[in-house]
């Protein structure tokens, strides 16, 4: 789309509709074309050699020449995170997508969403959170974990709201009781604990959101410290480790994530909720270490299964889910199939 004008007569108003002001900041944004330019071919009522032009607009370039728009950025706040980190990765090299980690966007405080100018953007992705669920149980856990995965998650809401953008943010099936087999999108939440409820309590914030897409996943593995690193390194010392058996999901690597997230921008999926984990056979933690275990060279028996009763018994610890499996079924029919956790868990402890 372009813009221009020749007046024939004095006092010659030309008015027209824009969505926002002009102004020294925004004319970065801009891009110009020579009014002469061949290819455009513009017949002007008044000869351009006859019509008054600033030398600015003298100097502009022909079409071959013109800079590209360029497209409305992503932000990725949290970007140091597991799935920040794995974000970072899938977008690398592309001049849209910017990353925040917490010292450049810190959620919790206002001038963070002060200082940018958010007409330059067209989505944000929330990859931030409180993400200590035994944590968030104390007083202080507590506080801290309602305030990012709530009160700030509400901010970055207006945020979008106000400036049209679509906001992408990471829910948990720690939302759940974990009583039903599977979870599809469509269950009400039911969270034991206190990271849970500040988790469901984000993603009902997000949903009024116009343009949203709430990912939810389980057992998040990525770069830094998880559960399938620490197997690894008690497999490599020989350490003989008792391991919770009775809580059943799949893991969910970040990069599937990640690549998930993109699927969904760039497909333009119904905005929504979207479960997103990786594929196969749900398996209990004790089976992930058993075939850690064995990716290892170690024996899978090594690993003795406890249940989740016995394992907390004595300790102060969030109550969990016991059936974390997510119904896939929706986010295939949006076109992206996720790999098999088996797969991803191989490759993981090669690489
Ligand atoms: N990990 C799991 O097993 C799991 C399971 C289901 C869902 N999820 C969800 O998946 C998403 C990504 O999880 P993850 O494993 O990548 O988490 P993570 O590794 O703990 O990363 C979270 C990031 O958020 C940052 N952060 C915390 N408070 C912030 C604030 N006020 N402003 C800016 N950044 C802040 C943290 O920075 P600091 O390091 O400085 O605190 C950290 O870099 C989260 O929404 C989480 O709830 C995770």
């Known amino acids: 789309m372009g813009n221009a004008f020749q ?14 002001h002009w102004s020294a900041d925004a004319q970065s944004q801009y891009t110009f074309l020579n009014l002469a330019d061949e290819t455009a071919a513009i017949d002007w009522p008044v000869p351009l050699d006859q019509a008054e032009l600033s030398d600015k607009d003298k100097a502009h370039p022909r079409l071959a020449e013109v800079e590209p728009m360029p497209s409305r950025k992503i932000l ?38 002060d200082g ?26 507590r506080e801290a974990a309602w305030q990012v995965n709530v009160s700030a998650v ?12 679509t906001l992408v943010h990471v829910s948990s099936d720690y939302v759940f009781d974990g009583s039903r087999e599977s979870h599809d999108e469509n269950e009400p939440y039911t969270p034991l ?13 997000v949903s009024v959101v ?24 008690l497999a490599d010392r020989g350490i003989k480790p008792s391991v919770v058996n009775d809580q059943i999901g799949r893991l969910s690597f970040t990069e599937d994530i990640a690549a998930g997230i993109r699927h969904l921008l760039e497909s333009r999926a119904p905005y929504g909720a979207y479960n997103l984990s990786n594929d196969g056979e749900p398996q209990s933690w004790a089976d992930i ?21 016995e394992y907390f018994a004595g300790k102060s610890a969030a109550p969990r889910p016991l059936k974390s ?4 079924s929706k986010i295939k029919g949006a076109g992206f199939v996720p790999a098999s956790s088996a797969e991803r868990l191989t490759a993981y402890l090669r690489g």
Do not use: C
């Open 210 to 233: 116009p343009r949203h897409y709430i990912v939810r996943t389980s057992w998040v593995i990525g770069e830094g410290s998880n559960f399938v690193r620490t197997m690894a390194s």
């Open 76 to 113: 990725v706040v949290g970007a140091d995170g597991q799935l920040g980190k794995a974000l970072r990765g899938l977008y690398d090299g592309d001049p849209s997508v910017e990353f925040a980690a917490r010292a450049d966007f810190d959620l919790s405080k206002e001038e963070s969403f």
């Open 7 to 20: 007046t024939l007569e004095d006092n010659t108003a030309y008015t027209y509709l824009v969505n926002d």
């Open 193 to 205: 604990g206190v990271y849970g409820q500040t988790k469901a309590a984000g993603d009902a914030v």
């Open 154 to 165: 509400a901010r970055l809401a207006r945020t979008a709201i106000e400036h049209d953008l």
């Open 116 to 141: 940018r100018n958010w007409k330059n953007y067209s989505a944000i992705i929330n990859a931030a959170a409180y993400t200590a669920v035994d944590a968030a149980e104390s007083p202080e856990g």
């Open 289 to 309: 270490a058993g075939d850690v275990y064995e990716l290892r060279g170690a024996s899978g028996d090594d690993v003795t299964g406890v249940s989740t009763e």
């Open 325 to 328: 499996i997510l119904d896939l």
